[in-house]
């Protein structure tokens, strides 16, 4: 975590000179849910006026268990009741939990897996030993202080999921629905750098002060995705502009790479959200200058074997929308993006097949 600061540090100076800035105008054509009301005719076989509603879509709710299908090669099946043991036990106080083994424990206890995957308890709640199939854990301020923490955070993500998308939408939807509120909503801040404590410099600092710099926001823009079941996960890589951190995804089975921190730096005072770095390949993240030593923050440091061959994004399909295209909204019932190109055209760009 530590060096991820230090890089994220040198990210933060070519950021101030070069980054793109940007706030949406639409929002993701996320308008207000409404009903549609059908009525029967009389039959001979009926006097009584029949009403048909067609209810809303339910609203999302906050999911304790995120969960992705990207790290099944390298985290076991044990490895996640585990983590779930632990999360459910940290929600509810307890200071123990039910453990698979020693090797699940020191994993699930991580302050980068907890800080990933229940975000308040990163480096405020840890291990404190395991023996014969029990963790247990330890809590670094007041548990009641933590609960109401906790209780917090999850009513403020639980807002911001349904301020977003909808629980109808594809799952490309959703990712377009939490890619634009992130950047409509988020500003890159390195002020936070300095910060020695989670509520200065973490994905939890990020999600509930909607400031951060790139790791803070990658782990950010993730963990939304997680919570609405799409698959993602935090990537990072070295390269010309030091060391920075983006998003994984896939979608349609396809994998892509979603650079939020350039959307969201600076706050653009016109309302532009620049889809440049919005599901990009392999070569296009390469041509951005961050080709070495790649890393899949969700794996890395605890296993240093993973084979980052499963993490391909070779498909081409948007790279239409990466030649300084704006997104201008989403209409859901076409399966179309609305865009403006830089000459000041507007176009439609469909994800019907996706």
Partial sequence: MLKRRIMCVLLAGVLMVSGCS???????????????????????????????????????????????????????EDMWTSLYNC??????????????????????????????????ACTLVGGDGYEDGTGRLKYKMDKDKYLEREKVFEDEVVRMLNEAVRSDYSDFEKLMGIYAYVCRNFQYDYSSIDGNTVDEFSTY????????????????????????????TEFGGEGSAGYHDWTYVVIGGEGYHVDATWAVYGGDPYGVLNLKYFMQTEAERVSDGFEEKLEVDHVWPWKMDYDLGRFKATDEKFKSLHDWVTFQGMDTERNVIFCTDTDGNHFEFSYGDI
Wanted: proline share 6%.
């Fill in 205 to 232: 600092a990020c999600l509930m002060t909607k400031q951060g710099i790139c790791c803070e926001i990658a782990g950010a823009l993730s963990y939304l995705l997680l919570q609405c079941g799409v698959e993602a």
């Fill in 87 to 120: 999360i459910d036990a940290v929600r509810a106080g307890e200071d123990t939990f039910e453990c698979s083994d020693e090797e699940a424990f020191k994993w699930c206890t991580d302050d980068t897996i907890l800080g990933s995957f229940l975000p308040p």
């Fill in 22 to 76: 940007t706030a949406d105008i639409g929002d993701a054509g996320n308008g207000p849910e409404t009903t549609a009301e059908a009525t029967v005719p009389e039959t001979s076989e009926t006097t009584a006026e029949i009403t048909e509603t067609t209810k809303a879509p339910e609203p999302l709710e906050f999911n304790p268990h995120v969960h992705t299908d990207l790290l099944s090669e390298y985290v076991t």
